[in-house]
Nanobody, 124 residues
Framework: VQLQASGGGLVQAGGSLRLSCAASGRIFSGLTMGWFRQTPGKPREFVAAINWSGGSTSYVDSVKGRFTISRANDKTTVYLQMNSLKPEDTAVYYC??????????????????WGQGTQVTVSS
């Protein structure tokens, strides 16, 4: 599975951005997709994940009510709508995917596939 992330950029605090992640390759039913973020010197942090059907989602507490993860009908593209952005949301955001394990297992080591990062910068 190959993952291609896009949509990062620079935005003022309170603004919005939408990240996209397109999956390609050998994709089968059951692929959970998610987003992580990382700032220099810190470990990669789970942000959100969505199951294959799109019916179940998981979020880190700090983004609940502000970020929404969704999945396109073809199941191969996932979006992260980020509203009310804060300077502390500034990070490199990574798309990730896995076939095994619960949606609610949020360690980066649980995920098998990773895309390249996309920078999100929120200015105060």
């Amino acid at each position: 599975v190959q993952l291609q992330a896009s949509g990062g950029g620079l935005v003022q605090a309170g603004g919005s951005l939408r990240l996209s992640c397109a999956a390609s390759g050998r994709i089968f039913s059951g692929l959970t997709m998610g987003w992580f973020r990382q700032t220099p010197g810190k470990p990669r942090e789970f942000v959100a994940a969505i199951n294959w059907s799109g019916g179940s989602t998981s979020y880190v507490d700090s983004v609940k009510g502000r970020f929404t993860i969704s999945r396109a009908n073809d199941k191969t593209t996932v979006y992260l709508q980020m509203n009310s952005l804060k300077p502390e949301d500034t990070a490199v955001y990574y798309c990730a995917a896995k076939y095994y394990g619960s949606l609610y297992n949020t360690r980066s080591t649980d995920y098998e596939y990773w895309g390249q990062g996309t920078q999100v910068t929120v200015s105060s």
